[in-house]
């Protein structure tokens, strides 16, 4: 799997910043740091069917970091949720595809987010749901690290551990960003991965951009968690990974990027995905 993950993690990258070349400006830091974790999990993780998005049955997954949607219309469109044409249409008028996520517009979108913090909770409250209600299906949470400053993440966290929701799996986006700098220089969470663990949760650190890595994590969730606890995976990551004009750039979280600045970030994705497929 892990080939097959590292290509079609690759192919979200490039399909996710030719959506913003067309538009012309976007989330991209935060949106490139989260990729490999949607290839792992629309590739062969998460229970979901195109053809029914409201599959009662179904996992869900709730983009808590709400901002970082763009990779996740990608990896919807690929698996045959909506046309991939049709998110050229992101952040227009009258558009399915806003720069936030809507569950009320976008197929395959389990919960609006955007206003930070509040995504864990409804997600806690989704696993809570399939619990009582009988329902054999996970609830998966991408949070940020920079998100980790609201206190709703942390009461989130208590009740998860103090109902022991094992179905919950949370991943946090440490890419040691946020929207105006630094994580460290804005207000220092200390060892994240030392807090979680502290407030109850199953917790691993992983590259967060090793599709290996982030698999092996999922696996150990239901495997290594006698307790069962509810789970964080904390995935060590760059903000802009693998988009060459934005990787590395302290004001990376929104972009304004002309066609040349695109091209070149998609030619050089392109190649790299060139480089996985031979390699």
């Known amino acids: 799997m892990s080939k097959e993950n590292q290509i ?3 192919k979200i990258r490039i399909e996710a910043l030719k959506i913003f070349k067309h538009r ?3 989330h991209i830091g935060g949106s490139m740091s989260v990729v490999e974790t949607l290839a792992v999990l629309y590739n062969g993780v998460i229970n979901v069917d195109p053809r029914d998005p409201n599959m009662v049955s179904r996992d869900r997954l709730v983009m808590s970091k709400g901002h970082s949607v763009v990779p996740l219309y990608a990896v919807l469109a690929m698996k045959g949720f909506f046309p991939l044409d049709d998110v050229k249409t992101l952040n227009q008028p009258g558009t399915k595809f ?4 809507d569950m009320n517009l976008t197929p395959g979108v389990d919960m609006s987010t955007g206003s930070l913090g509040q995504g ?3 997600a806690l409250g989704m696993a809570l749901g399939q619990r009582m209600t009988g329902i054999d299906a996970k ?3 991408i949070v940020g690290d920079g998100e980790c400053n609201e206190g709703q993440v942390w009461e989130t966290l208590m009740l998860a551990y103090h109902q022991k929701v094992s179905n919950l799996i949370i991943f946090c986006d440490r890419n040691a960003q946020q929207l105006d700098g630094y994580c460290k220089d804005i207000l220092d969470v200390g060892d994240l991965a030392d807090k979680f663990r502290a407030f109850g949760c199953f917790t691993q650190v992983v590259n967060g951009h090793c599709t290996d ?3 092996e994590a999922v696996q150990a969730t239901q495997e290594k968690n006698p307790e069962k606890l509810p789970s964080m995976i904390v995935l060590d ?3 802009g990974y693998g988009c060459c004009f934005a990787e590395g750039q302290e004001m990376n979280h929104h972009y304004a990027a002309n066609a040349e600045m695109m091209d070149s970030a998609i030619t050089a994705a392109e190649k790299r ?6 390699g």
């Open 8 to 10: 079609f993690a690759q």
């Open 24 to 26: 012309g400006f976007g």
């Open 98 to 101: 806003p720069s936030h996520c």
């Open 120 to 122: 864990v909770s409804c």
């Open 139 to 141: 609830t998966y949470a």
């Open 213 to 215: 890595s982030i698999e």
């Open 237 to 239: 990551t760059k903000k």
């Open 273 to 278: 995905l060139e480089e996985i497929r031979h």
